[in-house]
């Protein structure tokens, strides 16, 4: 997931991951999942893919709460770049763009195949699932195969864990919340 990193008070940053569904913004301060009903009523950013598959992210405006990204005022849509500063009302974010993927659990539906060994993944074991291109790998704590190579083959650097590559200057990050 990409992520966003919260301002806080004048020195502090909170890191936010965005989730599949996205993440709605009030103007004072509340950043949260996005949900079904949100759209419209409050900016959010929404993860969407281009032809080749990959992912990118999008601010979207709502009428009521105006935003600004890098001091432009978002219209309609704004397809957000690595490390872009965000202003909805009196909540300030950072955006990176930075893709971080998540070991989970394989749903109880059916098998699939590894994309490294080409075994069978038995659902409810651990694997990751490429947060880029979709590919799923074992992933437990005696066998990972996504670990296998530092990238994914579409590319997807496979550390877990990657810190941000950058703090705007002037503050600090809190601890990560893990909403998992
Ligand atoms: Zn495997
Ligand atoms: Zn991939």
Redesign the pocket.
């Known amino acids: 997931m990409a992520y966003v990193m919260q301002v806080r008070d004048k020195a502090t940053l909170k890191r936010i991951d965005i989730p599949p569904r996205g993440i709605s913004i009030s103007g004072s301060g509340e950043v949260r999942p996005a949900r079904r009903n949100t759209a419209g009523r409050r900016p959010v950013i929404l993860p969407y893919r281009d032809v080749n598959g990959s992912l990118h992210y999008a601010l979207v405006h709502s009428p009521r709460t105006p935003c600004y990204v890098n001091g432009d005022d978002v219209l309609t849509l704004h397809c957000l770049s690595h490390r872009d500063f965000i202003v909805c009302g009196e909540t300030a974010l950072f955006f990176d763009s930075t893709i971080i993927p998540q070991p989970e659990s394989l749903p109880d539906a059916h098998e699939v195949p590894c994309a490294y060994c080409r075994g069978s993944i038995q659902p409810g074991s651990g694997v990751v699932c490429?947060p880029?291109?979709g590919?799923v790998y074992h992933h437990d704590h005696d066998n990972s195969c996504w670990l296998a190579n530092n990238r994914?083959?579409?590319g997807?650097i496979t550390d877990l864990d990657q810190r941000p590559d950058w703090i705007p200057s002037g503050f600090t990050l809190e601890a990560a919340d893990d909403d998992a």
Do not use: M, V
């Open positions: 490429c880029n291109c590919l994914c083959a579409c997807q």
